[in-house]
């Protein structure tokens, strides 16, 4: 069997993300908590969470998008 050329497993970057991940959900609001998981860790489409939180598609979109940025600045990460 031949390996991939492309190998993106790195279980030191993985731990780190996973720290920053944590470190990210405990700074947030119990909503930004919600949001961030029931998108990123369940899946749902924002329509979805925008009937489960009663926020606008477009204010959840925002949050979601400063929330990955804070968590690749807290993971050393590039900025967007």
């Not at 405990?26 to 899946?43: A, H, P, R, V």
């Not at 979601?64 to 968590?71: I, S, V, Y």
């Amino acid at each position: 069997m031949q390996r991939l050329l492309i190998d993106n497993y790195h279980p030191e970057r993985k731990l780190i993300i996973n720290a920053s991940i944590e470190i990210l959900l405990n700074e947030l609001s119990e909503e930004d908590q919600t949001i961030f998981i029931l998108k990123e860790y369940y899946g749902y489409r924002y329509e979805e969470i925008s009937n489960i939180v009663s926020m606008p598609v477009p204010t959840i979109k925002t949050r979601m998008f400063r929330m990955k940025k804070k968590l690749l600045q807290t993971a050393g990460g590039d900025d967007f």
